[in-house]
């Protein structure tokens, strides 16, 4: 399995960024992804997920901000985030769990200035 991400950059608050991670060795449609993110000096968290039929969970922190969607065809996880403050700082890493065990992308760094 390999997730490669992009999108990150360095935007303004109340900007916006869309991320995408594409998956290759696995049948994408059949599983879960998801994104988290690490700021600095802080733990990894969970920022959304989307299940293989759709139905997406969000961190309080970004519910009505952020959404996540995914294109199976396309075999990509997209996060679409919106009015973007300076605690989103952070590189963001998409995930999947299969065969048991974690997969994650490298990570793609979003940087949020005030």
């Known amino acids: 399995v390999q997730l490669q991400a992009s999108g990150g950059g360095l935007v303004q608050a109340g900007g916006s960024l869309r991320l995408s991670c594409s998956a290759s060795?696995?049948?994408?449609?059949?599983?879960?992804m998801a994104w988290y993110r690490q700021g600095p000096g802080k733990q990894r968290e969970l920022v959304a997920s989307?299940?293989?039929?759709?139905?997406?969970v969000y961190v309080d922190s970004v519910k009505g901000r952020f959404t996540i969607s995914r294109d199976n065809v396309k075999r990509t996880v997209y996060l679409q985030m919106n009015s973007l403050k300076p605690e989103d700082t952070a590189v963001y890493h998409c995930?999947?769990?299969?065969?048991?065990?974690?997969?994650w992308g490298q990570g793609t760094q979003v940087t949020v200035s005030s």
């Open positions: 995930n999947t769990d299969a065969w048991g065990r974690a997969y």
């Open positions: 060795g696995m049948n994408f449609r059949l599983y879960a």
């Open positions: 989307i299940s293989s039929d759709g139905i997406t």
